[in-house]
């Protein structure tokens, strides 16, 4: 209804400022839809007819022409009401009459018997109460890094369907591979038959490829109104698998079911898109010793993947914004920086057919969270049975898709009653009976009952099967020896890698940034440009975030001291996006380097990095690394880096510079006709640089990589010199897909360069040829006590159209070494090749590319850079 009054000029943007508050009473409000429709003589004729609302948020009272037809009570559900008794031909009415979700919530909250905390969100978050009470998305109800907007409305698809004697209602595939290596599809074909039809006829199913599929005949009853068959596919058969992003391509099929009565009076067809893969969840134990935990790894295809990915959270507070643009540019922003996974968090919604679309053809795994989130639930019955219906009906909806990776319970609720962190310890037996209910008796049997080819886990974190020994909610469901962890340390320094954990795989970790000054601008009066202005706090939902934001600057940079207010606030989000960056990249960096070690206690093998979060839902201080709207954050360009498929990353341990090298793009060849395939790798853009290949050796265990060598150069610099002060050559060869290959005394480093101390030096890596190959830096102290930088003069001193209006290439200078230079296109919608770098050359030669036409001087006047030492006056 938000979007209504947008529409209608009854409201402004609701993201304005602090219009969250000012427009509070539209969601306390009730809101009624309400339209004619016409009804056309063939539809009546018909024995049946269906109004389906493919999502109505969330509580709503259907009528056609004055009749109750229907009331819901679950957003996330599909509801088919039966409106034949009701209509007429010609002219027909229907109201949907919603009523407050928020009141709602409160009501049923004060009718529960015992309080299903937390009643309330905390102060910061600006929120409405009560929100797991309701099935509707959790945070419409505000957030950490969201306003409240508790809408109410026609969110999904509506429209009337009429047919004779049955219509096909769910279609379903699990792709399946037999123990000879052929594939096998088990085909569902679910079809609403009313109550006392019998109607004899025949179903077939067909894969786009010649030759595969089958018909049977059946009657359908009520009762008996599904088909499940399996279908076996000829080992010969054109079937390639399909892959996550950087492992192979993402091939997809179509397949279709027919419904054709004996009669003729049915007929009823359903496409999908399927793809050929399969998904193992390795949760073995590490070594011979019990304590030491068991791994928690995916083999996708028998190929085990390292889960490079990020946490994805509603792109908007109105659905009906979310365009399939919008989606597009995310997916394809996440895909670009070789992400090959994504997490949808269990606070928002089951995402679109679209979204899951784009995921298939860009190669995104989605772990699915069931959308449960930081709160208990309630389990009384009328709650159990809506939530059995949703759970039924979404894994329906999305178990077919290629990308779907795994099935999760909820968002944090294990740890949240573990560590009662909303006072459950009160009332422990309670609150842990209802645990069980919800997730073990009533949604793990849903979910494995309607799919079998997925794993199931009940909540992340947890400790995976060792949650379950430990009866569902483990002893410490955030261990590093089993499942997965979620991390938050904001006072920490955040650039050392020795502060963060070792877990089996990190699938929540982050820390805040502001968005751009053009960003805010947009939502902002003058006034409020500002870091410590009221507006900046109001937006800031994380208690105490904006203070940690100052405090994590200060552990690392110099604060920025423009005279300028409105130039200092620019400073100000431009420094808290550099400590975003660096440190997840810190962070990533961490876990890809301990994928393939085991320290003495069973720790390691970390086998998934995905960080908090990808996008934003409003313009507010956030751990997005995509900002409302699009744009990249440097975080989201230094996942580039990060999550390379060939990435050098030095640390310091024990004042040595160590250096791992990280491998895991694998390009797999399936020999088509083969029963066995084949993997090899095939040399990619970055090992054309003077690399060897060798077929892999599979001996590796548990994570067998290339068999690769090369050279590492490792460049000792001073900041205030563009030549290195000395140069070492480090050969190599990886068995492994991270593997150790440099190690040196820092000391022993400077003195052999003769650096006179560590403030004054840097250290910077390459193999081969650095303008387009890997490279990596190290810093041997923090910028705070760096000497020597220069205030670097950096320009664009070209730029050359590739494609008109959308491609260009872009020449940067620098006159000294320049840390963090950022360039920016304030106007212009599109991103660079790679920004927020350390520029070490006079010259960096980068490309441009942008998301709407523009021309070539637009782009020229629009061009901003800076680095580091512009923000010191
Ligand atoms: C985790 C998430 C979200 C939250 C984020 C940042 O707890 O699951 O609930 O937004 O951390 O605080």
């Known amino acids: 209804m938000y979007t209504a009054l947008i529409n209608n000029n009854v409201i402004q943007d609701p993201y304005y400022r602090d219009n969250d508050l000012k427009y509070r009473w539209i969601g306390r409000d009730d809101w009624t839809y309400s339209r004619v429709f016409n009804v056309s003589s063939e539809m009546m004729k018909m024995t049946n007819v269906k109004l389906v609302s493919k999502g109505l948020d969330t509580f709503a009272t259907v009528m056609i022409n004055g009749h109750l037809v229907g009331e819901t009570d679950n957003m996330f559900l599909q509801y088919v009401m039966d409106i034949k008794p009701y209509i007429k031909e010609g002219e027909n009415s229907i109201r949907v009459l919603f009523t407050s979700a928020v009141?709602?919530?409160?009501?049923?909250?004060?009718?529960?018997?015992?309080?299903?905390?937390?009643?309330?969100?905390?102060?910061?978050y600006k929120g409405e109460c009560h929100v797991n009470m309701i099935r509707k998305e959790q945070c419409s109800f505000s957030w950490d890094w969201g306003p409240?907007?508790?809408?109410?409305?026609?969110?999904?698809?509506?429209?009337?369907?009429?047919?004779?004697?049955?219509?096909?209602?769910?279609?379903?595939?699990?792709?399946r591979k037999e123990a000879d290596g052929s594939w096998a599809i088990d085909a569902e074909v679910h079809l609403d038959v009313p109550y006392g039809e019998s109607v004899p006829g025949s179903i077939e199913v067909q894969l786009d490829v010649t030759g595969v599929g089958i018909k049977q005949n059946i009657t359908l009853t009520h009762e008996n109104n599904k088909l499940k068959q399996r279908m076996t596919i000829n080992k010969n058969a054109d079937i390639r698998e399909w892959w996550p992003n950087g492992y192979g391509d993402?091939?997809?099929?179509?397949?279709?079911?027919?419904?054709?009565?004996?009669?003729?009076?049915?007929?009823?067809?359903?496409?999908?898109?399927?793809?050929?893969?399969?998904?193992?969840?390795?949760?073995?134990?590490?070594s011979g010793d019990p304590n030491q935990g068991r791994s928690f790894y995916f083999k996708i295809n028998g190929v085990p993947v390292f889960l490079k990915g990020s946490n994805w959270i509603p792109?908007?507070?109105?659905?009906?914004?979310?365009?399939?643009?919008?989606?597009?540019?995310?997916?394809?922003?996440?895909?670009?920086?070789?992400?090959?996974s994504m997490r949808v968090w269990g606070g928002g919604v089951y995402e679109s057919d679209e979204f899951y679309d784009l995921a298939d053809e860009l190669g995104i795994l989605i772990w699915q969270d069931l959308m449960f989130g930081c709160a208990m639930y309630p389990t009384n019955p009328q709650f159990l049975s809506s939530v059995k219906e949703e759970i039924t009906q979404q894994v329906r909806r999305l178990k077919s898709h290629a990308s779907l990776l795994l099935w999760s319970g909820n968002n944090e609720n294990e740890k949240a009653l573990r560590q009662s962190w909303y006072n459950t310890d009160v009332n422990f037996t309670v609150y842990y009976n209802d645990y069980v209910t919800l997730y073990h008796d009533t949604i793990q049997p849903v979910v494995q009952t309607e799919d079998t080819t997925h794993p199931f886990i009940m909540s992340s974190p947890s400790n995976g099967v060792q949650s379950?020994?430990?009866?569902?909610?483990?002893?410490?469901?955030?261990?590093?020896?089993y499942g997965d962890i979620h991390d938050y340390r904001y006072l920490d320094p955040f650039f050392d890698s020795s502060v963060y954990r070792v877990p089996r795989l990190a699938s929540e970790y982050g820390l805040q940034s502001l968005p751009s000054y053009e960003t805010l601008a947009k939502v902002y009066a003058e006034d409020d440009l500002d870091f410590w202005s009221d507006m900046s706090e109001h937006r800031q939902h994380h208690p105490l975030g904006n203070v940690q934001l100052m405090t994590e600057v200060i552990l690392y940079l110099n604060l920025p001291n423009a005279p300028d207010r409105k130039q200092r606030f620019k400073d100000t989000i431009y420094v808290t996006q550099i400590d975003q960056a660096v440190a997840i990249k810190t962070e990533t960096e961490h876990y890809r380097r301990w994928q393939n070690r085991l320290d003495n206690t069973g720790r390691g093998n970390t086998m998934g990095a995905m960080y908090w979060q990808l996008n934003d839902i409003w313009q507010a201080p956030t751990w997005s690394s995509i900002e409302y709207g699009g744009k990249w954050k440097m975080l989201h360009y230094y996942a580039q880096h990060f999550f390379s498929p060939m990435l050098i990353s030095p640390y310091e341990e024990d004042g040595e510079a160590k250096v791992y090298i990280c491998m895991d793009e694998i390009k797999i060849h399936t020999e088509r006709h083969a029963h066995t395939h084949q993997i090899q790798f095939i040399p990619t853009r970055h090992h054309r640089a003077g690399f060897l290949f060798i077929p892999q050796s599979q001996a590796h265990s548990p994570h067998p990589g290339a068999q690769v060598s090369g050279t590492l150069y490792v460049s000792l610099y001073s900041w205030d010199n563009l030549t290195p002060l000395h140069t070492w050559t480090q050969p190599f060869q990886m068995n492994l897909t991270s593997q150790l290959v440099f190690s040196a005394n820092i000391n022993t480093m400077l003195q052999q360069a003769s650096c006179i101390r560590r403030q004054n030096c840097f250290l910077y890596y390459h193999l081969g040829n650095p303008q387009n190959g890997p490279t990596a830096w190290q810093t041997l102290s923090i910028f705070q006590s760096a000497i020597g930088l220069q205030k670097a003069k950096i320009q664009v001193t070209n730029i050359v159209t590739v494609k008109k209006d959308q491609v260009y290439n872009i020449t940067v200078s620098t006159s000294a070494i320049a840390p963090f230079v950022w360039l920016d296109t304030p106007g212009v919608q599109g991103r660079f090749s790679d920004n927020g770098f350390l520029m070490v050359h006079s010259v960096?030669?980068?490309?441009?590319?942008?998301?709407?036409?523009?021309?070539?001087?637009?782009?020229?006047?629009?061009?901003?850079?800076?680095?580091?030492?512009d923000i010191y006056y």
Not at 103 to 119: D, F, R, V
């Open 468 to 481: 379950l020994q430990e009866g569902f909610v483990a002893k410490q469901p955030w261990s590093e020896l």
């Open 250 to 286: 993402q091939n997809l099929y179509k397949l279709y079911a027919f419904f054709t009565s004996v009669d003729g009076r049915s007929m009823s067809a359903k496409k999908i898109t399927i793809g050929f893969k399969t998904v193992e969840l390795v949760q073995d134990y590490v």
């Open 844 to 869: 960096r030669y980068l490309q441009y590319f942008a998301w709407e036409l523009v021309d070539l001087k637009t782009l020229d006047l629009a061009i901003t850079v800076k680095s580091l030492m």
């Open 148 to 175: 409240s907007f508790p809408t109410q409305g026609i969110w999904r698809d509506i429209y009337i369907e009429s047919f004779n004697t049955s219509t096909i209602r769910y279609f379903t595939a699990e792709t």
């Open 103 to 124: 009141n709602q919530a409160e009501s049923l909250a004060s009718n529960h018997s015992y309080l299903i905390p937390p009643a309330c969100p905390v102060p910061q």
């Open 315 to 340: 792109a908007d507070s109105f659905q009906e914004r979310i365009t399939k643009d919008r989606l597009q540019n995310l997916l394809q922003s996440a895909r670009d920086v070789h992400m090959n």
